[in-house]
């Protein structure tokens, strides 16, 4: 145990020790934290959906009718229609032709990266992107070529000098720990010149971002057509699981192809309709996203008057303040006055950029 006990010393010596703050109620804004009533300003429930009565009735009913568990992979017993009908749904609100589900956006990528790129392949990716697509990318033994954030001249760069049998170049659409957008028609151009394979990570656009929440390929009006679009269903649309959305074949190579599609339990009933639910809520109502975007611009009129120089291109607002000490003291004050918006610190984030989000 030596080891770890070094490390868990060194950890809090940094101020980089994490401990689970214990939420008291659902998602709701007004909620409790370690038993401290506060005022929930960090959740990716965007929409408020995690709550949603038709969600909420969605789950239940699926579950007299399903059950809990779904018994096996989706390629033995786990397959239910349920899936099929939300997959259906997905690629409906994308603009693709088919989509799969997965058990989480981070199977969702470590899937599709992992199905497409083996030991003699180059993947370019986003010095900023998700842990999931790291370790997708870790997992599939390419060549890991990261060009800096949102920079096409640099990309185009790096395109001369690494080849392989395939490249895939994969960005996330809204940046988690920033906030900001890839130039998504400029790197789509760029992919179709030089032959890439081209993954959108849409987590944080998906229900948030373009018409009806479509996501951010949606609100830069890029079409659809070649793209590979991942994103997850457990953020803006209240529920669990993620998703890969593209042309048919592609889903078809995803199934025969995907560990983490392939070897794992089929998604349970009640998360499948909550997400359901939560598309068919999003077609039926678009006008849910109103009240989103009026809190982001309250927000951002409030910091910026404050002297802020915040962004208002998504929800997320990040304040960087360098040390991991400097954010976990700000979090601090702001939860005994009662917002809770967690600290956000290295590995989640580079070095020098820890921040409140
Ligand atoms: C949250 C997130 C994921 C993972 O989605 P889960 O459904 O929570 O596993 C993947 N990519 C990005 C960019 C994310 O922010």
Redesign the pocket.
């Known amino acids: 145990m030596k080891f770890i006990e070094e490390e868990i010393a060194n950890l809090r010596e940094n101020h980089l020790f994490r401990r689970l703050n214990r939420m008291d109620g659902s998602q709701v804004p007004w909620t409790a934290v370690n038993g401290k009533p506060c005022l929930l300003l960090s959740s ?1 429930n965007y929409l408020g959906l995690t709550d949603h009565p038709e969600l909420k009735s969605a789950a239940t009913e699926a579950v007299a009718r399903w059950g809990t568990g779904t018994g096996g992979s989706r390629l033995t017993t786990g397959n239910f229609s349920l899936h099929e009908e939300l997959e259906s749904a997905v690629a409906r609100f994308k603009g693709t032709e088919a989509a799969i589900v997965f058990n ?4 969702a ?1 470590a899937g599709a990266i992992t199905a497409l790129a083996g030991k003699k392949d180059v993947i370019l990716s986003d010095e900023l992107n ?1 842990a ?2 790291i370790d997708g990318c870790r997992l599939s033994g390419a060549k890991i070529v990261r060009f800096k954030h949102n920079d096409v001249k640099s990309l185009k760069d790096l395109l001369a000098q690494y080849k392989g049998r395939r490249r895939l170049l994969v960005t ?1 659409g809204v940046f ?1 720990m920033d906030g900001d957008t890839a130039p998504l028609a400029e790197l789509r151009d760029l992919a179709q010149a030089f032959s890439l394979i081209f993954i959108v ?1 849409d ?2 656009g998906t229900g948030v971002l373009g018409p009806g929440g479509r996501g951010t390929v949606a609100a830069q009006q890029i079409p659809t057509e070649g793209l590979i679009l991942t994103g ?4 803006a649309l209240g529920s ?3 998703f890969v959305a593209g042309a048919g074949v592609l889903i078809d190579y995803i199934v025969n192809h995907a560990r983490p599609f392939i070897f794992t339990t089929a998604l349970p009933a009640a998360s499948a309709a909550a997400a359901l639910a939560a598309l068919e809520i999003l077609e039926d109502e678009p006008e849910i996203l109103k009240l989103l975007w009026e809190n982001v611009n309250r927000m951002y009129k409030g910091l910026t008057a404050s002297g802020f120089a915040v962004a208002k291109t998504s929800p997320i607002i990040p304040l960087i303040l360098g040390s991991p000490e400097r954010a976990l003291r700000l979090a601090g004050h702001l939860l005994e006055r009662g917002y809770y918006v967690p600290a956000i610190r290295p590995p989640a984030v580079p070095r020098g950029t820890a921040r409140l989000r």
């Open positions: 990716n989480s956006g981070y199977m990528n998700h999931s697509i996330e988690s990570d987590a944080h997850t269903l457990s953020k669990l699981g993620g």
